[in-house]
């Protein structure tokens, strides 16, 4: 992968996935830090994990029904859609949330980074990022282009953490543009993914599928020769899934030609410290999908 070139000049398809590696725990912080935690709490949001993320995650679309959500995140049982959206926005409503987001994400990068936060690399890092975020076309990627519509803050860290946002959601939208177009409908996009062992069976049936939906999915990949009937998947299923990683990354990659290689070079080293402080906090969850282990 070293010596093939993207669309964004010299920049490689090896460095976009790595700095979405290296970014993608900067946004995912917001599911997962008590910080978080207690901002959703003084909502009066439900308690848990996923009312917690559904909030966090769709309040730039504003007060949308499950449809509309459904579609967005493509990977979630519409039933489960169901049971936050838009019951959520009872609790407050989304200009609301996206203030609480934002207290949120500052309490836990000061909890995080500490005095680090005046950092001139941090702010090297934010200002680098942001010109990679403001570089993205957002036609026909909906969370990307809602979260590019929310204002930039002042503060680095703030616009490290909305950068990193409308990165990882400008991937996100284009992800789903890859796999619709190998012809994987939400379940079986995880189903797919399980098969090649991207984290176990129950990491990705989390996100609300049935036993009888996971195996109606599973069977359908049989059938295409994608998947064996114990669920670990076929040569074509790997190859499949590459070519999805792969049409994923190539969609990823237009942004970075704002920075080109010596930048995006120099946003990698900055990022790496950044990086340890929220792998080595154990905040994050070890066994995921969300592209946060070891790059």
Known sequence: MADQKDQAGQIELGRVRQLW?????????VYFAPEAAAEADGLGIESGRWPRYF????????????EQVTSAFYSFSPGMVREHIPSVWGAADPATVLDARRRAVDRTYRALLGGRLDDRELAEAAALARRVAEAAEHAGRPLAAANAAQPWPEAPHLVLWQA???????????????????????VESLVSFAAIGA????TFRSRGWSE????????????????????????????????VERHTDELAAAPWQ????????????????????????GMLPGTNTLGIGTV
């Open 164 to 186: 990193a946002t409308i990165l990882r959601e400008h991937r996100g939208d284009g992800h789903l543009a890859a796999l619709l177009i190998a012809g994987l409908d939400p």
């Open 258 to 281: 704002a920075l080109g290689a010596a930048g995006a070079d120099r946003l990698s080293e900055l990022l790496g410290d950044y990086w340890v402080a929220v792998i080595g906090s």
């Open 55 to 66: 909030a966090w995650r769709a309040a730039p679309l504003g007060a949308v029904g499950h």
């Open 212 to 243: 009888k939906e996971w195996a109606a999915g599973r069977e359908r990949l049989v059938g295409r020769g994608l998947v064996e009937a114990d669920g670990t998947a076929t040569e074509a299923g790997r190859a499949l899934r590459a070519q």
């Open 199 to 202: 984290a176990p069976e129950e």
């Open 21 to 29: 590696h290296l970014l993608e725990p900067l946004h995912a912080v």
